[in-house]
């Protein structure tokens, strides 16, 4: 079993930042990527991006380029989303996920992700 645990959401005026943390716990593997999802409410669970094992390679879906980054530190089994000028349509619960081993440079689909913390809210006020 892999445990996911996130912090970090909260409230935030319109073009601020928050930085979100997810620990990885349990049997991951080795070289396993690692990504965010969010959701906000009435709508379906979206991709936000995914990071590599290494931290060579990111990806992250059009709405969010530019402003948000993920990072990573392997001795801590921690994944990092800092998000900087953020908007109101970022409003949602976040979610890290497991994307699977072997993506020791390369990063997985969206799909391959099937592992799941609790969520942490984002809300970002106008």
Do not use: H
Not at 17 to 46: D, I, N, V, Y
Not at 69 to 85: E, G
Request: aromatic share 12%.
């Amino acid at each position: 079993q892999v445990q996911l645990v996130e912090s970090g959401g909260g409230l935030v005026q319109a073009g601020g930042s928050l930085r979100l943390s997810c620990a990885a716990s349990g049997r991951t593997g080795s070289t396993f990527a690692m990504g965010w999802f969010r959701q906000a409410p009435g709508k379906e669970r979206e991709f936000v991006g995914v990071i590599s094992w290494s931290g060579s390679n990111t990806y992250y879906v059009d709405s969010v380029k530019g402003r948000f980054t993920i990072s990573r530190d392997n001795a801590k089994n921690t994944v990092y989303l800092q998000m900087n000028s953020l908007k109101p349509e970022d409003t949602a619960v976040y979610y890290c996920a497991y994307c699977g081993g072997g993506y020791y440079y390369t990063v997985p689909l969206p799909d391959r992700c099937d592992r799941w913390g609790q969520g942490t809210q984002v809300t970002v006020s106008s």
